[in-house]
């Protein structure tokens, strides 16, 4: 009984986590529920690095007490069905850590039926994808306060560190860790694609050739659009596919997938009455291309704008499609820090949001320049209802505004679909809209329905004979 973490599944993203436990002077012993990953792990690593068990309760009875186990496993019933085979092993004080990305309202409720056992839970959002897991991540965790601090100095040990501080904190009780790891990916779902369309207005509105579009985005990672995100798409450009000597980003098939985490994003703020449009249509966006066979009948079908595109003078248009996926990114933000704000909000979490900021500076995929403004956004005004009153952002917005319009705008002239940034401009626009036409709604509801509606000159609810 002398190790000090057990990690149970051994995919790509438990095998790193593991080995990175292992790299930073942990006693790791490792488990899988089918016999060929542990075996296949275990002929990457040196002599003595991990130690495999191929018996559940050998596995737990091999860790220090309090045991203290990390599960990275795919999220839903398998999580149930290893829980449940650990908890005969298991006794009060315990903690499980399931580091997948599970949805907030399961890890809750995970955690309620494992509190009544005396054993602690935590829901631990990790983002990074395996580098980020092998050489540290960004760690999100929620549960009991007492259990995240008897297993913080393994974690803050493994998580990805910037400026000497570590990516990782604790979040807020039962499922809140991986409520802001499921809505950071759903900043990561409109990230990406508003990087997409701004790489689509680049290379088929201003016919820029690809390897100068890669040295554009490089360009761009050098300055205050600086981010993971970024570097990687500069990198992603340049790639040639070895079979046909081709830019390997031209041979991938048009169509994406999704996890879940989005959805879930978008389901969670509908049911709370917060817009998270820019997230939302980043996730429609995936859903309609992949519906690759009636897009490509539709485009022989249907009509789009006369080919009579003038041309654009490159390097003022190259500036403002910047503008705009900076701005873009901002409205994005803001949308998924509101979320965290609203939900913090209902459930009475508190939330750290300086700290969510600061966290996602590395290991993590949305990691990227601004965070620490938006940190210190947080950290001087706590009560800030959205990032795009903060004073900083309202500066950016007002500079850059034009150069999203213009792309906005010609990307629509153009037929070209640019579902993100179309709703980052509409979002900006509208909540800066101090009287919108939300009145005549009302007026609708209450004509048929009786729906009644306020006033602005009396308090009160009211209704019309309309008829």
């Not at 820090?337 to 600061?358: C, H, M, R, V």
Request: net charge negative; glycine share 8%; hydrophobic share 40%.
């Amino acid at each position: 009984m002398n190790h000090t973490i057990g990690v149970m599944g051994l995919g790509v993203m438990g095998s790193s986590i593991a080995l990175n436990m292992a790299s930073k002077g942990e006693k790791v012993a490792v488990y899988n529920y089918t016999r060929d990953l542990t075996d296949s792990l275990m002929e990457k690593v040196e002599q003595g690095q991990l130690s495999p068990y191929y018996d559940v309760q050998q596995f737990v009875a091999s860790l220090q007490s309090p045991r203290k186990i990390f599960v990275m496993v795919t999220a839903g019933k398998v999580v149930d069905a290893v829980i449940e085979s650990l908890v005969p092993y298991l006794e009060p004080g315990d903690i499980i850590m399931d580091g997948g990305n599970s949805y907030y309202e399961d890890t809750a409720r995970r955690f309620d039926e494992l509190k009544s056992k005396g054993i602690d839970y935590l829901g631990v959002g990790v983002s990074g994808g395996e580098e980020g897991a092998l050489k540290g991540p960004s760690m999100m965790a929620g549960g009991d306060r007492e259990a995240y601090e008897k297993v913080a100095p393994i974690l803050t040990k493994i998580a990805a560190q910037v400026d000497g501080t570590p990516c990782c904190a604790y979040m807020g009780p039962k499922g809140a860790g991986h409520f802001v790891k499921m809505v950071h990916n759903g900043i990561e779902y409109a990230d990406m694609q508003l990087i997409a369309e701004a790489y689509t207005f680049l290379r088929e509105r201003l016919h820029i050739p690809l390897n100068e579009v890669a040295d554009i985005f490089d360009t761009w990672n050098q300055g205050e659009l600086k981010s993971y995100l970024i570097e990687i798409t500069a990198d992603i450009l340049r790639k040639t596919d070895e079979k046909t000597g081709l830019p390997l980003v031209d041979v991938i098939l048009d169509k994406t997938g999704q996890n879940g985490t989005g959805k879930w994003t978008s389901i969670q703020a509908i049911d709370n009455g917060i817009p998270v449009s820019i997230i939302t249509e980043s996730l429609f966006a995936r859903y309609l291309s992949s519906r690759k066979d009636e897009r490509v009948l539709a485009a022989s079908i249907l009509a789009g704008p006369e080919n009579s595109k003038e041309e654009l003078d490159r390097e003022l248009w190259v500036e403002h499609v910047r503008q705009a996926l900076y701005m873009g990114k901002i409205c994005a933000y803001a949308q998924g820090f509101t979320q965290y704000k609203k939900t913090s909000e209902l459930n009475d979490w508190n939330l750290p949001l300086k700290d969510i900021a600061l966290i996602f500076r590395g290991g993590c995929i949305i990691r990227a320049e601004f965070l620490n403004t938006i940190s210190e956004a947080y950290k001087e005004q706590a009560t800030t209802t959205n990032l795009l009153v903060a004073p900083y952002f309202v500066e950016k917005t007002k500079a850059y505004q034009m150069g999203m319009r213009k792309v906005v705008a010609e990307s629509m002239m153009s037929g070209m679909s640019f579902p993100s940034l179309s709703a980052a401009l509409t979002y900006y626009d509208s909540y800066r809209t101090g009287e919108s036409s939300a009145n005549l709604l009302q007026a609708q509801r209450d004509y048929f329905g009786a729906h009644t509606y306020e006033r602005t000159d009396m308090e009160g609810s009211f209704h019309t004979n309309w008829k």
